[in-house]
């Protein structure tokens, strides 16, 4: 059964870079044909897709955040990464990491880590 | 990008009711829709997918429809594990989600 979970610094300050690790378990990166992905709720709020990362670095990105967003992916350590720069207080979610069964569909979620960004 | 519009934002019911949430969007889809469920602290579940194809394990009580622009997703007989909220995805172009569902005991 595939697991993600998510790792990094709860609190950030504004301006500076978000920076976020995603392990997967239960399956390597490498295999199979998914994409695995950054999902951010705002809090109390709806679900906002950031971007999407495959096994081989082919990215898609959510428009309206691509000028600050960067997924990138390390095969041997079967993880994956957020860096979303320049952050300020409307950047403050829970930002979870998914694998999909197909494009834009998922099925597979971590627990979500909450980043706040405050000084 | 294409915006998707739920309906109602909260809607109360009592166990054993059927009940139906409305997902528009704002330019057709086709069937690429997907429902999820979510739960206070915890990551959205996939219910549905391609509009009415049940995930495997999702109860049978779940159910979708529609196609284009205008989507539905039915519960036939509320249960209380399903108090919850849902929240509808388009996987047409880039993925976008309604604002979400809360469904509450009356």
């Known amino acids: 059964q595939v697991q993600l979970q998510e790792s990094g610094p709860g609190l950030v300050k504004p301006s500076q870079t978000l920076s976020l690790t995603c392990t997967v378990s239960?399956?390597?990166?490498?295999?199979?044909?998914?994409?695995y992905s950054w999902i951010r709720q705002h809090p109390g709020k709806g679900l906002e897709w950031i971007g999407s990362?495959?096994?081989?670095?082919?990215?898609y990105y959510n428009p309206s955040l691509k000028s600050r967003v960067t997924i990138s992916v390390d095969t041997s350590k079967n993880r994956f990464s957020l860096e979303l720069t320049s952050v300020t207080t409307a950047d403050t979610a829970v930002y979870y990491c998914?694998?999909?069964?197909?494009?834009?569909?998922?099925?597979?979620w971590g627990q979500g880590a909450l980043v706040t960004v405050s000084s | 990008d294409i915006q998707m519009t739920q309906t109602p934002s909260i809607l109360s019911a009592s166990v054993g009711d059927r009940v139906t949430i409305t997902c528009r969007a704002s330019?057709?889809?086709?069937?690429?829709l997907a429902w999820y469920q979510q739960k206070p602290g915890k990551a959205p579940k996939l219910l549905i997918y391609?509009?009415?194809t049940l995930e495997s394990g999702v109860p049978s009580r779940f159910s979708g429809s529609g196609s284009g622009t205008e989507f539905t997703l039915t519960i036939s007989s509320l249960q209380p594990d399903d108090f919850a909220t849902y929240y509808c995805?388009?996987?047409?172009?880039?993925?976008?989600f309604g604002q979400g569902t809360k469904l509450e005991i009356k």
């Open positions: 998914a694998r999909d069964i197909v494009r834009g569909l998922w099925s597979y």
């Open positions: 391609k509009a009415s």
């Open positions: 239960g399956g390597s990166i490498s295999s199979g044909n998914y994409y």
């Open positions: 995805q388009q996987y047409s172009g880039d993925y976008t």
């Open positions: 330019q057709s889809i086709s069937s690429w």
């Open positions: 990362i495959s096994h081989s670095e082919t990215t």
